[in-house]
C-alpha cells in the first residue's frame, strides 16, 4: 500500500490535533514496518514527523486552512499517486487520490454555533457536509464524536470507526521530586485546581471561574486557579469575569507551556476540571487521570466515556454543583485516594496501539475495495 497522511496540521498547531497527528504516525511506525507511508508536511517546517524508514516526508506548498485548499491540495497529491489519502483535519482535497479516509474529532461548530466566530463558523459549517460525503470512510476519536455524524449530517455507522484518543505513551505519574520541580518553577505550590486546555468558550471558563468564586468566598480553597493554555476564539469574555470577579490575584495564566512540564503540572494539582459545554474526548481529562490527578469533568459529549466511573460529574449550567464537587475532590481525602485509583485503572483501556491498529484496518479495508 501507499498511504499519504496529510500532517501538515503538526506545523500550524499546537493543540490536540497536532499530537493526534504526530502520536498516530509513531504508533503505525512501530506496528506496520511494510507499508509506505506518504508525510505530507508544511515545507515550512524542518524537522517533519517521519517515526520510521518507511515513512518518507513530502513538503507541501498549500497552507492549512486555505480557502483554495481542495484544489490547490488535489494538486499536490496527484503527483504523488497515492492509494489512500487519510485527512486527520477532515476537510480531503477534491481530487488526486483513489481512496480517502478523514477524521472528525468533533462537531461542535455545528452544535454550538455561537461559541465560534463567524469566519470559524463558515469555515468549518460550509465544509463538514462535503467532507464527510467526499470521504470513503470517516474516523470519529469518540463514540459520541460518532453518534453526532449521524445525527447531525447522516451518516451511516458502517461508514463510520471509532479510534478513541490515548495519552501520549511517554506520560507517566511524576515522583515527587518531578513534581516539585516543574510546580515550583511556575511559582506555585501543589494542590491547585488545574484547567488544561484552549480558552474558549466552549470550555466553559466563566462558569468554572464563578465555581472557583464561591468556593473562595466560603473559605473552602485558598489554592490558586490554574490556567494552562492558548488563547483561542473569543477569550475575551474570560478576563472580563476575572475582573469582574476580583480573581487577578487567585487566577494564573501558563501559555505555551512544554509537553515535558505536563506530568509535574498534572502532578501538582489538587484537581482538574473541565466542565466543558462539548469535548469531541476530553484528553486533558485522561491525561490527568494517568498521573494520578482526581478529575471534575462535565456529563456531556465525549467525557463521560473517558472518564467512566472515576471521575465526578457536573451539569456545566450548575454553578453551584460544580464548585461542590470542586470541593469533594479537594477536601475529601478518601474520595480522591479512591478517584486516583480509579482513574489510573480508567486511564490504561486507551493506548495509541489501538488506535493505530484499528486505524490500519480501515486503510487496509478501504484499499482492498
Same mark, same amino acid.
Given at each position: 500500500?501507499?498511504?499519504?497522511?496529510?500532517?501538515?496540521?503538526?506545523? @500550524?498547531?499546537?493543540?490536540?490535533?497536532?499530537?493526534? +497527528?504526530?502520536?498516530? /504516525? $509513531?504508533?503505525?511506525?512501530?506496528?506496520?514496518?511494510?507499508?509506505?507511508?506518504?508525510?505530507?508536511?508544511?515545507?515550512? &517546517?524542518?524537522?517533519?514527523? +517521519?517515526?520510521?524508514?518507511?515513512?518518507?516526508?513530502?513538503?507541501?506548498?498549500?497552507?492549512?486552512?486555505? %480557502?483554495?485548499? %481542495?484544489?490547490?491540495?488535489?494538486?499536490?497529491?496527484?503527483?504523488?499517486?497515492?492509494?489512500? /489519502?487519510?485527512?486527520?483535519?477532515?476537510?480531503?482535497?477534491?481530487?488526486?487520490?483513489?481512496?480517502?479516509?478523514?477524521?472528525?474529532?468533533?462537531?461542535?461548530?455545528?452544535?454550538?454555533?455561537?461559541?465560534?466566530?463567524? $469566519?470559524? &463558523?463558515?469555515?468549518?459549517?460550509?465544509?463538514?457536509?462535503?467532507?464527510?460525503?467526499?470521504?470513503?470512510?470517516?474516523? =470519529?476519536?469518540?463514540?459520541?464524536?460518532?453518534?453526532?455524524?449521524?445525527?447531525?449530517?447522516?451518516?451511516?455507522?458502517?461508514?463510520?470507526?471509532?479510534?478513541? /484518543? =490515548?495519552?501520549?505513551?511517554?506520560?507517566?505519574?511524576?515522583?515527587?521530586?518531578?513534581?516539585?520541580?516543574?510546580?515550583?518553577?511556575?511559582?506555585?505550590?501543589?494542590?491547585? +485546581?488545574?484547567?488544561?486546555?484552549?480558552? $474558549?468558550?466552549?470550555?466553559?471558563?466563566?462558569?468554572?471561574?464563578? =465555581?472557583? %468564586?464561591?468556593?473562595?468566598?466560603?473559605?473552602?480553597?485558598?489554592?490558586? /486557579?490554574?490556567?494552562?493554555?492558548?488563547?483561542?476564539?473569543?477569550?475575551?469574555?474570560?478576563?472580563?469575569?476575572?475582573?469582574?470577579?476580583?480573581?487577578?490575584?487567585?487566577? %494564573?495564566?501558563? &501559555?505555551?507551556?512544554?509537553?515535558?512540564?505536563?506530568?509535574?503540572? @498534572?502532578?501538582?494539582?489538587?484537581?482538574?476540571?473541565?466542565?466543558?459545554?462539548?469535548?469531541?474526548?476530553?484528553?486533558?481529562?485522561?491525561?490527568?487521570?494517568?498521573?494520578?490527578?482526581?478529575? +471534575?469533568?462535565?456529563?456531556?459529549?465525549?467525557?463521560?466515556?473517558?472518564?467512566?466511573?472515576?471521575?465526578?460529574?457536573?451539569?456545566? $449550567?450548575?454553578?453551584?454543583?460544580? =464548585?461542590?464537587?470542586?470541593?469533594?475532590?479537594?477536601?475529601?481525602?478518601?474520595?480522591?485516594?479512591?478517584?486516583?485509583?480509579?482513574?489510573?485503572?480508567?486511564?490504561? &483501556?486507551?493506548?495509541?496501539?489501538?488506535?493505530?491498529?484499528?486505524?490500519?484496518?480501515? @486503510?487496509?479495508?478501504?484499499?482492498?475495495?
Amino acid at each position: 500500500m501507499r498511504i499519504a497522511i496529510d500532517a501538515r496540521i503538526v506545523y @500550524y498547531s499546537s493543540g490536540g490535533m497536532r499530537r493526534y +497527528v504526530v502520536l498516530l /504516525l $509513531e504508533a503505525l511506525a512501530a506496528l506496520d514496518g511494510d507499508t509506505e507511508y506518504l508525510v505530507l508536511h508544511s515545507r515550512k &517546517q524542518l524537522s517533519p514527523p +517521519v517515526p520510521g524508514p518507511n515513512f518518507r516526508p513530502v513538503p507541501c506548498w498549500t497552507p492549512s486552512h486555505h %480557502r483554495f485548499e %481542495r484544489w490547490a491540495m488535489g494538486l499536490e497529491v496527484a503527483r504523488l499517486r497515492p492509494d489512500l /489519502l487519510h485527512s486527520p483535519d477532515f476537510i480531503p482535497p477534491g481530487f488526486g487520490y483513489r481512496r480517502s479516509i478523514i477524521t472528525v474529532q468533533d462537531l461542535s461548530f455545528l452544535r454550538y454555533p455561537h461559541f465560534l466566530t463567524d $469566519e470559524s &463558523q463558515r469555515y468549518y459549517n460550509k465544509q463538514i457536509g462535503w467532507a464527510v460525503e467526499r470521504a470513503d470512510h470517516v474516523l =470519529a476519536i469518540s463514540q459520541a464524536t460518532a453518534g453526532d455524524l449521524t445525527s447531525l449530517l447522516g451518516v451511516a455507522p458502517d461508514r463510520v470507526t471509532v479510534t478513541s /484518543l =490515548a495519552a501520549d505513551p511517554a506520560l507517566r505519574r511524576p515522583d515527587g521530586e518531578a513534581v516539585e520541580r516543574v510546580v515550583g518553577s511556575y511559582g506555585l505550590s501543589p494542590g491547585y +485546581v488545574l484547567f488544561v486546555g484552549t480558552l $474558549e468558550p466552549r470550555k466553559n471558563l466563566v462558569g468554572l471561574l464563578r =465555581a472557583y %468564586r464561591l468556593l473562595a468566598e466560603r473559605g473552602r480553597c485558598d489554592a490558586p /486557579l490554574v490556567l494552562a493554555g492558548e488563547k483561542g476564539w473569543l477569550y475575551d469574555e474570560v478576563f472580563q469575569e476575572i475582573d469582574s470577579l476580583d480573581l487577578e490575584s487567585r487566577v %494564573r495564566l501558563l &501559555q505555551s507551556v512544554p509537553d515535558s512540564d505536563l506530568p509535574g503540572l @498534572y502532578g501538582g494539582a489538587g484537581v482538574l476540571a473541565m466542565p466543558s459545554f462539548y469535548e469531541g474526548f476530553g484528553l486533558p481529562a485522561l491525561e490527568a487521570m494517568v498521573c494520578g490527578t482526581p478529575v +471534575v469533568v462535565a456529563r456531556r459529549g465525549a467525557l463521560p466515556e473517558v472518564v467512566g466511573d472515576a471521575g465526578l460529574f457536573v451539569d456545566p $449550567e450548575d454553578i453551584e454543583g460544580i =464548585a461542590a464537587a470542586l470541593e469533594q475532590a479537594l477536601l475529601d481525602e478518601r474520595l480522591r485516594s479512591r478517584l486516583r485509583e480509579r482513574g489510573l485503572e480508567q486511564a490504561s &483501556q486507551f493506548t495509541w496501539s489501538s488506535t493505530a491498529a484499528r486505524t490500519l484496518q480501515a @486503510y487496509r479495508r478501504l484499499v482492498a475495495e
